[in-house]
């Protein structure tokens, strides 16, 4: 087979790699569910790993030639293992909502209720949204949080359990700023005779590290994405109690999946590996400091936060007091080079495309390197642009802040897909 470079066999797209490359070098990206996974995981998903059918487990597979990818497998079980210190784990689900598909599908009949956060209060998708199967499949009901404090209702919580009887209560969010008590969640569930899944995607990084309190013993199923603070491939990962293990993995294949993404299997391996050095702990103990930095910053800036602030990687600001949608703020700062995403926010009274809030976070900044001192600076950019929508001369200010801050903060060496 001829061997050419993307740069000269496909000009077309090697071009819109190269446009992403550039615009996550020029920009300061804010996406709380976004990071920048290292060079060896990336070498590790871009490898010939991609080539390989290996549908089945380590050493019992249904094709021939699964040498290499079996040992990658057990690299990453025993290393996910070992860094959530969890009896059981399945690294092949394709992505976070496969992961909650499989325990679901594996653990429930269909009609049976859940019980998730509501997505409008900062739940996900998949814990019941009726626009998603968690919804279609099963009867969704839904808890939030309180209008004073902005946190869980947990009494809310042990109401609905008592009243609704689910066969599943599902703990873990996509846009709450505090810690989870996940024993409470356990409590509930022991009580009501419901199972209790925790999906801590946005805040496995922060448990891998011991930043926040761990749910793989209080819950039933624990699962994940790869790619948010965890740093790894875009990605899923499923734990559980032992006893379970069996159900899940014939619940992922041939349940759900098919061949496993054996290139994003070896990626997790290494991000997972990543993950067990002192540098990761000290890599999000700056996330955290970061976010508090900012949201104290904004705080003094006059902007209102969901909860008054955060004790994770994200926070949520409400821009109903500014006059200002999400929608509208998210264009601006993106016109500034901030790039973060609307957000609707507890009682918010607009839909899901316009919302009063934005969600803001500190991971991949963290992973550039920046510190408190930038992200003081980067409030002060935020109160800027915010609080002068038609000014020209505010944007060009600061995107010329957000170009030297980018140009000081490299993401991978120099720009270019040349290493
Ligand atoms: N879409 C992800 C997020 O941005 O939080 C959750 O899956």
Wanted: glycine share 10%; aromatic share 8%.
């Amino acid at each position: 087979m001829e061997q050419r470079d993307l740069q000269v066999s496909d000009r077309e797209v090697y071009e819109a790699i190269l446009g992403e490359l550039k615009r996550e070098q020029e920009t300061l990206v804010m996406i709380a569910s976004e990071n920048y996974a290292s060079s060896a995981v990336m070498q590790a998903q871009a490898s010939v790993l991609t080539n390989k059918y290996a549908e089945g487990y380590p050493g019992s597979r249904y094709y021939g030639g699964c040498d290499y990818v079996d040992r990658v497998e057990r690299l990453a079980i025993e290393r996910v293992k070992r860094l959530f210190h969890a009896p059981y784990a399945n690294v092949q689900p394709h992505s976070g909502s496969q992961a909650n598909m499989v325990v679901y599908l594996s653990f429930l009949d269909r009609g049976d209720r859940i019980l998730g956060m509501n997505l409008s209060h900062g739940g996900h998708l998949t814990h019941g949204s009726p626009v998603s199967f968690s919804g279609k499949l099963f009867e969704a009901f839904s808890y939030g949080v309180s209008r004073e404090s902005h946190r869980i209702d947990y009494d809310q919580v042990r109401d609905l359990a008592r009243r609704h009887k689910p066969r599943l209560i599902i703990a873990g969010a996509s846009a709450y700023p505090r810690l989870i008590d996940f024993q409470a969640f356990e409590a509930i569930a022991r009580e009501t005779g419901a199972y209790l899944m925790v999906d801590m995607a946005h805040i496995a990084g922060l448990v891998a590290a011991g930043l926040h309190p761990s749910p793989v013993e209080a819950a039933d199923f624990v699962t994940s994405t790869t790619h948010k603070t965890l740093r790894g491939p875009r990605g899923g990962v499923l734990f559980a109690k032992e006893q379970y293990g069996d159900r899940l993995d014939k619940g992922v294949f041939p349940g759900i999946q098919g061949g496993p993404l054996m290139h994003v299997i070896a990626a997790k391996a290494v991000a997972f590996g990543e993950a067990l050095t002192p540098q990761f702990m000290e890599y999000q103990k700056q996330v955290i400091l970061n976010a508090r930095t900012l949201a104290d910053k904004l705080t003094e800036h006059g902007f209102n936060l969901v909860s008054g602030g955060t004790d994770n990687h994200l926070l949520l600001l409400d821009l109903s007091s500014h006059g200002m949608t999400g929608a509208d703020a998210e264009r601006l700062l993106g016109q500034a080079g901030i790039v973060v995403n609307k957000n609707t926010v507890p009682f918010d009274k607009k839909g899901p495309k316009i919302t009063s809030g934005i969600r803001i976070g500190t991971p991949a900044l963290s992973t550039r390197g920046m510190g408190v001192d930038v992200m003081e600076t980067i409030a002060g950019l935020i109160k800027m642009v915010l609080e002068n929508p038609n000014s020209e001369s505010v944007l060009k200010k600061t995107r010329n802040t957000v170009s030297e801050l980018c140009t000081s903060y490299p993401i991978y060496g120099k720009p270019g897909l040349e290493k």
